[in-house]
């Protein structure tokens, strides 16, 4: 037996690579695990700092794509440990890494273990994938004038076709939630069908987050309230699709699953105490969708009141 380390070191790893490589079955996709950055970076002669530059010499990226017959890398995927969320060295490097990456417009997906969960049949990651390439396509069809050219790409705004013809439903992951909640209100189970959506505001934080943290709160009643939750890697964006949007839409799909056990007798919803003590742990943070009745909406311009 060989005494040589393995590439992949851990589980997490080794399942990120296995559900990457289920990804290049429907597309024209390579992959490799730890490439040096430097051997798909052109460092050379680019002007970049010293110290960035000796980075890429040793850095490695933990999951390349490339495509076609000399495989250009379509973009690389950092799966994170608890290390990099708290280890300052850690953090360091993977700052120096993602401005690497922009400064070569080299799409960068930063993940953690939650990326391997499946809020429907596929996985975050694979999810994450499907629109980076739907949205490619969008691209290529505005380019040849079949979309009109001030049409913005909205991963929500696209539907999967039923095999009659009609469309199902749409490829956000809180599609069904929102269908759910809406059923709810419907029925008079529920104060109204959207719920008031609270993440880390990360454009206004004067460091990155490293994680990117959502509640979904849906109001039932005067007493009770249904609450979801989604932790995220921050990512930044991946494409069109946000970190931000992505916890947000998880939240609110944790919500909806939690509604949907409700109805069928099967889960308890929060009390007013409990919706307390999220308000205090997310003072400051953003808030959308319908306000709940214990918040005040903000302030709003006497044209619009």
Not at 139 to 168: C, N, W
Request: net charge negative; aromatic share 8%; with cysteine.
């Amino acid at each position: 037996m060989s005494g040589a380390k393995p590439l992949l070191l851990n589980g997490g790893e080794r399942k990120v690579d296995r559900e990457l490589r289920d990804t290049l079955n429907a597309r024209d996709l390579q992959l490799d695990v730890k490439v040096r950055a430097a051997s798909i970076l052109p460092i050379d002669n680019s002007g970049i700092d010293a110290r960035d530059y000796a980075y890429a010499l040793q850095a490695e990226f933990d999951f390349v794509l490339s495509k076609g017959p000399a495989r250009n890398p379509e973009f690389v995927v950092e799966f994170d440990g608890g290390r990099h969320l708290r280890d300052p060295v850690t953090i360091e490097r993977d700052r120096r890494k993602e401005r690497l990456c922009d400064r070569f417009d080299l799409p960068l997906l930063r993940i953690g273990v939650e990326a391997l969960g499946r809020p429907r049949k596929e996985t975050i990651l694979a999810w994450l994938i499907t629109v980076y390439y739907l949205e490619e396509e969008f691209d290529r069809l505005q380019e040849k004038g079949a979309i009109a050219p001030d049409e913005p790409f909205m991963y929500f705004s696209i539907f999967d076709v039923t095999d009659d013809g009609h469309l199902g439903p749409s490829i956000a992951l809180d599609h069904e939630a929102r269908l759910e909640m809406f059923k709810a209100w419907r029925d008079g189970l529920a104060r109204g069908h959207v719920p008031e959506e609270v993440t880390v505001d990360a454009w206004r934080a004067k460091e990155k987050p490293e994680l990117i943290e959502s509640f979904a709160i849906f109001e039932l009643d005067a007493d009770n309230v249904i609450i979801g939750h989604a932790t995220i890697r921050n990512f930044g964006h991946f494409g069109s699709v946000t970190a931000s949007e992505l916890a947000t839409d998880l939240a609110v799909a944790d919500a909806g699953r939690h509604l949907e056990l409700f109805r069928r007798g099967r889960y308890r919803p929060m009390s007013r105490s409990v919706l307390a003590g999220v308000r205090a742990r997310t003072e400051g943070w953003r808030r959308s969708g319908c306000f709940c009745s214990d918040v005040s909406p903000p302030d709003l311009p006497s044209s619009q009141v």
